[in-house]
Structure formats: C-alpha cells, structure tokens
C-alpha cells in the first residue's frame, strides 16, 4: 500500500488526466478536503511538489491557480495508477462528472481584429473572468498576418502578459 501523501499526489493526477480542462485549486481543494482526505496544507503541499517534479504545470489567473497534467505527469500515472483505489477513482470521475466536465467556462481570452478607418490593422485582445473583463487591450499590428498571429497567441500567452504588465504597473 502506497503511503497516504503519495495517494494524495495520485488523486491529483488522477483528476487533472480525466478532467477536459484544467482544474482550479479550489475544484481540487473541494473534491478533497470534503471527503476529509487530508488537510489544507498538505494538499498545497501535494500540489507544489507535483509542479515542482513537473508532474503538473501551473498557471496563474487572475489570483487563482490553475493546473493541467504535463506528459510526465501522465507517465507517471500511467505506472502508479493501481495504487488508487477503485473506489477513490470513482468517486473522482463522478466528481469531475458532476463539477469538472459541466464547469462553465470562467475565463475567457476573445482576440480579434479589424481594419482601422486609415487602412490599418488594430487587435483586441481580452481576459474576462466571470463576465468582468480583467484586461482590454487594443493595439495597432503592422499588417494582416501580423494581426492573425496576435489572436492566435493570445489565449496562451495572456496571462504572461497581464502578469507582466501588472508587475510593472504595481
């Protein structure tokens, strides 16, 4: 029998591979720490040592954290998956069933662009969460693809970026 952190760390995994998106802390937290698992700490614990390992990557949005598998992760799964328990298994997937799967999308990124009155480029980029937009950014691209390209990246980068901008503002 495995020993319980090391459970802990499997649970984890466990609902970041059979989640569609990735979970927040306090999806994790409450799937949990209302079944009495473990305490609060310990599981910051578990999760900080799972991004550390690389095990799970975390991204930070908006104050809040959010955690996807990474493929060491899902390897690492892959050999110590018959640790967990069935029965914790299930209750995750019905878990995940009932909050992961149905779970609205909070945070959104929209890009777009559009042709200026003079003939030029502009894109607009956003990042709402829960219908409040946290950052509105319009900005003038050189031409076309440029202006493609702006949009195309803005979902994976706009947290980098409203980090940075923060960090320099504040």
């Known amino acids: 029998m495995a020993e319980p952190f090391t459970i802990y760390k ?5 609902m970041a591979q059979h989640s569609r998106k990735e979970l927040t802390n306090s999806q994790i ?61 299930n209750e995750i997937e019905e878990f995940l069933k009932d909050y992961g799967y149905e779970m609205p999308e909070r945070i959104l990124t929209p890009a777009d662009y559009y042709t200026t009155p003079q003939g ?17 950014l319009t900005m003038a691209a050189p031409n076309k693809a440029a202006a493609r ?10 947290q980098d970026i409203y980090t940075t901008i923060m960090g320099e503002l504040i």
């Open 120 to 136: 030029t480029y502009a894109v607009r980029c956003q990042l709402i969460e829960k219908d409040t937009a946290i950052m509105d």
């Open 29 to 89: 937290s409450e799937f949990v720490l209302d079944r009495d698992y473990t305490d609060y700490f310990h599981l910051q614990q578990v999760l900080s040592e799972l991004v550390e390992t690389g095990l799970l990557r975390r991204r930070t949005v908006s104050n809040s954290s959010h955690y996807e598998l990474t493929d060491e992760g899902s390897k690492t799964l892959s050999y110590f998956e018959n640790d967990l328990s069935q029965d914790i298994r």
């Open 149 to 158: 390209a702006i949009c195309k990246s803005w979902p994976q980068k706009c």
């Open 10 to 14: 499997l649970m984890v995994l466990y």
